[in-house]
């Protein structure tokens, strides 16, 4: 009887953990190349093909888009089944998300034109003049926590490359980014990387993630934590950021 009874709980388990994954979850992210980006109607890029994949090795259905970003963020707060990639990991943002796994190195400059002569040595100096930032990304939340305003010294914008447009007109005095993600847009646009200047490191630690809405079910943030491991331990996430970073 023992038997029969563990045996009947060992298949009500198994039951009720395929039909957690038998629904079709919600995958979002951003325009911000090379990690996240639309090209011919496909979404690509660098943390697409690590999410991909590790989708694809936990057997879970799911309908990938691109948002503006702060859209995108409001979606993965509120609502149940979304997972959310390329997001930094940060104390304040901890509590609100169920983490997966970490996609890329979280490095994140204030970058300015090499012929713009305006010199800053600390983020005080910067509050006299304006910085380009997206809306609702965490350095929008860093900024604003560290007295910056919208429409005084921060202009917001929906997606990132808004920003390089901006500074290169001179619409803007300096805008924020990551290296590798800045350099790949402006080649890409047609402009040389050499036109810009690194002028203060903000972020130097911490990853960007994938991560599941808070409302999800924990047995389907497990899954797709086993799936990440096992795409790694393949070599196939080390594949991934050979061809997209040289690494």
Request: net charge positive.
């Amino acid at each position: 009887m023992r038997k029969m009874k563990l045996n009947l709980l060992a298949i009500f388990f198994v039951f009720f953990i395929s039909s957690a994954y038998a629904q079709t979850i919600q995958v979002i992210t951003e325009e911000w190349d090379p990690y996240n980006y639309k090209e011919k109607g496909i979404i690509k890029g660098f943390s697409t093909e690590i999410v991909k994949a590790t989708l694809k090795q936990a057997d879970i259905k799911y309908q990938l888009k691109l948002y503006p970003w702060a859209r995108a963020y409001k979606m993965a707060k509120t609502n149940k089944n979304i997972l959310i990639y390329t997001i930094s990991r940060t104390s304040q943002r901890e509590k609100m998300f169920k983490w997966v796994a970490p996609l890329a190195p979280m490095k994140t400059f204030l970058f300015k034109l090499k012929n713009n002569r305006i010199k800053v040595k600390s983020l005080q100096d910067l509050k006299k003049h304006t910085v380009g930032l997206v809306r609702g990304d965490v350095m929008h939340e860093f900024f604003e926590s560290k007295g910056f305003s919208a429409g005084k010294n921060i202009l917001l914008v929906t997606k990132p490359i808004q920003n390089i447009i901006k500074l290169l007109k001179g619409r803007i005095d300096f805008m924020i980014g990551n290296e590798i993600a800045l350099s790949y847009q402006v080649k890409k646009m047609g402009f040389q990387f050499a036109k810009f200047e690194k002028v203060l490191l903000l972020i130097n630690d911490g990853f960007y993630y994938m991560a599941f809405s808070k409302q999800t079910d924990d047995a389907l943030v497990e899954k797709l934590k086993q799936a990440f491991e096992v795409v790694k331990r393949s070599g196939e996430l080390k594949k991934i950021k050979q061809k997209y970073l040289g690494k």
